[in-house]
């Protein structure tokens, strides 16, 4: 048997040895005042919002890297300072989720299944780009709304308050990218 081989097969145990420890890994439940059922609701929201906050931010870099046109420069540096809004926020959404006892969306498949955000497209023009990132934005505002509905039922202040943030900001992105369409 090659090194190769026997390396991979090594590999595979040591994985069977740590899927072994996940299933018996031990949860310890939150005593915070929020009942489980309704932190799982409201984890459900921040998970949803979670994975459209990370697709938009992979949009908004895309855009960053494949704008042309007129708008180029506009855009180009809007994007950046977007995505990298969008990458710290992420981080917040996913420890909250962690501090009510829930697991984070972490991979692409979960977040890709979990968003309401379209796939970007690279070969769109510069103004078809900034409509884009105005609908994604206001598809965005609308789901943390619904989230902030629900934290706000079962007395969740801190998800509240951190969702009541993201709101602020998503809904000046948008007014600020909207008006390129005003007279
Ligand atoms: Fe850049």
Redesign the pocket.
């Known amino acids: 048997m090659s090194n190769y081989k026997s390396q991979t097969i090594m590999n595979i145990v040591e994985l069977d040895k740590l899927d072994v420890q996940a299933k018996e890994r031990k949860r310890v439940i939150p005593n915070i005042g929020i009942d489980e059922k309704h932190r799982f609701d409201i984890s459900e929201q921040l998970s949803k919002v979670l994975s459209d906050s990370y697709c938009l931010m992979m949009m908004t870099q895309n855009y ?2 494949n704008a042309r046109g007129r708008l180029f420069r506009d855009l ?1 540096m809007m994007t ?1 300072a977007q995505y990298k809004n969008l990458f710290e926020a992420i981080d917040d959404l996913a420890e909250r989720i962690r501090a009510i006892g829930f697991t984070a969306p972490g991979t692409l498949k979960e977040l890709n299944d979990n968003t309401s955000i379209n796939l970007p497209n690279s070969d769109l023009t510069d103004e078809e780009m900034m409509v884009d990132l105005v609908d994604s934005h206001e598809t965005i505002v609308m789901n943390i709304r619904k989230a902030i509905g629900m934290a706000q039922k079962h007395h969740d202040y801190v998800t509240t308050d951190m969702l009541t943030s993201r709101l602020e900001y998503h809904e000046k992105v948008a007014w600020m990218m909207r008006s390129y369409f005003e007279k």
Do not use: Q, S
């Open positions: 960053h890297w180009h950046e």
